[in-house]
């Protein structure tokens, strides 16, 4: 497949979209196998749309439901600094088996600001489910339950993942060509 441009910048395919599905449906095997009980999927827009969206049709377990948020940083009135607040939460989450649904974890910053934002509405229990996964740069102790596939430190767009704002529509995801 050929490399393609995006702001200026090449890209060459490294997960084309036979291999994406194959890990989509592995990882939802895994989770079915997991028996998570009424389990609400939280999916953190922007990036994990596509990746939410395939996986979700191969899901199983009864009772399942899914919600979409978006992390967003603003400055405080009164501290200085940012905090981060989950938008588009409607429902009570209250006593209830999260599973979030990531594009990718790089450093784990994301991850762990989610993950404390959903504790403070006092959910039952908390896994996390992760298309891609960036070992080297992971920084955190959190356990990651699925892993669809570990990379290396490069920058990827597609599938989702964006290059400042582009690339979300491609099928294949692609890495930044050296
Ligand atoms: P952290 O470091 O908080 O990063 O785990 C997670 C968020 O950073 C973005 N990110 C990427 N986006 N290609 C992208 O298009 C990448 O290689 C990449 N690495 C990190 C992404 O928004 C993710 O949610
Ligand atoms: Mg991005």
Known sequence: ????????????VFIPETEIAAIV???AHNINN???KDPLFISVLNGSFMFSSDIMKKI?????EISFVKLSSYSGTQTTGEVSKLIG??????????IILEDI???GITLEKIISLLEK?????IKVAT?????????KEIPIDFIGKSIPNDFVVGYGLDYDEIGRNLPHIFKLKN
């Open 1 to 12: 497949m050929k490399p393609i441009t995006l702001h200026n910048k090449t890209f060459e």
């Open 25 to 27: 449906h592995s990882m």
């Open 34 to 36: 997991a028996r998570i």
């Open 60 to 64: 199983t377990l009864p009772n399942t």
């Open 89 to 98: 939460l409607g429902q009570d989450i209250r006593n209830r088996n999260i």
């Open 105 to 107: 974890i790089d450093t």
């Open 121 to 125: 509405e006092e959910v039952a229990d």
């Open 131 to 139: 298309l891609l996964f960036k070992p080297e740069a992971y920084t």
